[in-house]
């Protein structure tokens, strides 16, 4: 009698850390400016792709709103939150937006003083 072993999935449950975070942008005139000024970044990875653009980072990624306002040609204050949502389809990771430009987390707990979460256990 034989026994079979079911091969290990390679898409098995890990809740390991990835460390990463990370926006999907429109493949568009604005979404791909973001893009080249990210893609100077240490840390960041992007990642064209036809009808999208990847941006992924180790740890946290800053979306500096003046900087991507300059790279479109645009007055400062042209591009802000407003502006990065219409041309962000999907995150993951903490998004914190602020005045001048817009903060991506890995990890929450890294995000913990922009929102105001006390990691203090009680």
Do not use: W
Not at 81 to 101: Q, V
Request: charged share 25%; net charge negative; aromatic share 10%.
């Amino acid at each position: 009698m034989s026994t079979f072993k079911t091969a290990e999935s390679p898409f098995k449950s890990d809740s390991t850390p990835s460390n990463m975070c990370g926006v999907t942008l429109m493949n568009n005139q604005v979404g791909a400016v973001v893009a080249e000024v990210m893609a100077t970044k240490d840390g960041v990875t992007v990642t064209p792709l036809p009808s999208m653009i990847r941006v992924d980072a180790v740890n946290r990624m800053d979306f500096v709103y003046d900087e991507l306002s300059e790279a479109l040609g645009e007055d400062e204050g042209y591009f802000d939150s407003a502006e990065f949502e219409e041309n962000m389809s999907t995150h993951y990771g903490r998004m914190i937006h602020l005045d001048d430009r817009t903060i991506m987390f890995a990890n929450p707990e890294d995000a913990a003083d922009y929102i105001g979460f006390d990691l203090t256990a009680h």
